[in-house]
Structures are given as structure tokens and as C-alpha cells.
């Protein structure tokens, strides 16, 4: 899975269809250990979707994508507790847990310590919030 000469990312002739829109057609890309890799186009060219394929959130419509030596489709669980995507921006609704948010990014919070004095105070307030929810 590390080894430099092979990819962690493969995407071969990556394809994903909503109805008769084509929202990614036919990409190929490579990622290598250590790369820094970023898609540059304009809005509506496909970026988030692929970046959902790559995540394992939802599937491919056409060629082939593995992640980690993992195929997308055939192990999404896997992949999903290898990586982790977070938005730039929260997507928090009022009454959201952060717990549900963070794993709806693919984080898995098992038992974590934190430096409250590290915390900002939006976080700090989402995570009293949620310890309250769970004990309601």
C-alpha cells in the first residue's frame, strides 16, 4: 500500500452519470505516496463528485477506481476508515450533532482527549451541545 512506485490513488476512464448528465466523463489520474494532488476547474466540471467517488460516498457509473488497493465499490467501508474528507466549511444545522457530522466525513470518534483550552469556542459550544443531546 506505501510503496512509492505504486499508486494510492488509481482512476482508469472514471465515469459518473446522473440521468442523461454526465457529471464526470472518462478521467484517469494517479496519486502516488507523498504527492500533493488538487483538481483546478470551473464550477460544475466534476470536482466534488469525483472527490465523493474518491471517499467512497457514492458510486461510480463507469470505469475503474481503487484507493489504498482498495476497489471504491467493493470495499467503500474499508476506504472510508482509512480516510477522512472534511468540508472547508461546516455544513452544521441548528440540532445537528457533531458527532453525526464528523462521521458523516468518515470520522470515527471512539474516545479522544482534547485540550479544551485548544478549542475555539464555536467547538467548544457543538461539542457541550452534543454531550447534552446524549445524556437527554
Not at 446522473?18 to 470536482?47: H, M, Q, T, W
Amino acid at each position: 500500500m506505501t510503496d512509492p512506485g505504486q499508486p494510492i490513488v488509481l482512476a482508469r476512464n472514471l465515469a459518473r452519470r446522473l440521468g442523461s448528465v454526465e457529471a464526470v466523463r472518462g478521467i484517469d489520474f494517479a496519486i502516488r505516496p507523498r504527492e500533493c494532488y488538487g483538481f483546478l476547474a470551473p464550477n460544475g466540471a466534476g470536482k466534488t463528485t469525483t472527490i465523493r467517488m474518491l471517499t467512497a460516498r457514492i458510486p461510480r457509473s463507469g470505469g475503474s477506481l481503487q484507493v489504498l488497493g482498495h476497489d471504491v465499490d467493493r470495499a467503500p467501508g474499508a476506504i472510508k476508515a482509512l480516510i477522512s474528507a472534511v468540508a472547508q466549511e461546516d455544513n452544521l444545522d441548528e440540532g445537528d450533532a457533531l458527532v453525526s457530522w464528523l462521521q458523516t466525513g468518515g470520522v470515527r470518534p471512539i474516545g479522544f482527549r482534547v485540550r479544551p483550552a485548544t478549542l475555539s469556542e464555536p467547538v467548544l459550544s457543538l461539542l457541550a451541545r452534543d454531550a447534552l443531546e446524549r445524556i437527554t
